[in-house]
């Protein structure tokens, strides 16, 4: 069963402290990894596809790197703005989410 | 321009009250998916469809049903709310394997 881990649930930064979080995940046969931003009360966003180890996606602030294990999303000089949750799933032959890194960016 | 759109909202129902969430897309895409998320946890897939048609249940087990008359309208009926029915709804279309997300419908069953 494809199974999605994401670490830390929560994480509180200050501006302009760089971080990353997290995502490892088991499933047979990866047909690609997505990083999504959800806002309270709103659906998720999509913010990158990886397909396959070694491959960097660069939006902005953020980026997405994948393992054959796991995921980063480096958050470069987050500002308040970034703060949200952020979905990591993976599809084989349906999409599986993890539970999210709620991600808090003060002043 | 291209987007999802969901209504209501924001419900809040009686117990026992038949109740339809509309999904509608201009996304251009054939298949739409039906999800269930609580706070703080993963979504689940409740429902899909991948053309005018075809419906199929997903992962977790609802009490909901779908129709796919046309392909940019999927909506999804409660034929009995029950409290055990309140979370979020969230519709998808999805493109290749990218799934693109409505903003949601908040449902509270009293």
């Known amino acids: 069963e494809d199974q999605v881990t994401q670490s830390p649930e929560a994480l509180r930064l200050q501006e302009g402290e760089s971080s990353s979080l997290n995502c490892s995940y088991t499933?047979?046969?990866?047909?690609?990894l997505f990083w999504y931003r959800q806002d309270p009360g709103k659906g998720p966003e999509f913010l990158f596809t990886?397909?396959?180890a070694g491959e960097e996606k660069e939006k902005e602030r953020l980026k997405a790197t994948l393992t054959k294990k796991e995921s980063f999303l480096h958050i470069t000089a987050p500002k308040p703005e970034d703060s949200a949750t952020y979905l990591c799933a993976v599809y084989h032959s349906k999409l599986t989410f993890g539970t999210g890194t709620r991600l808090q960016v003060t002043l | 321009e291209a987007d999802i759109y969901q209504t209501p909202r924001y419900l809040v129902i009686g117990t026992g009250k038949k109740i339809t969430l509309e999904c509608s897309q201009t996304m251009g895409h054939d298949k739409m998916y039906w999800y269930q998320q609580d706070p703080g946890m993963e979504l689940h897939l409740i429902h899909y469809s991948y053309g005018v048609n075809s419906t199929e249940k997903g992962d977790l087990s609802s009490e909901s049903t779908v129709s796919r008359i046309r392909t940019e309208h999927f909506p999804l009926t409660l034929e009995s709310a029950r409290p055990s029915h309140t979370s979020q709804y969230l519709c998808a279309t999805s493109r290749g394997n990218e799934q693109f997300f409505g903003p949601g419908t908040r449902l509270t069953v009293l």
């Open positions: 990886l397909y396959s």
């Open positions: 499933v047979s046969g990866l047909r690609g």
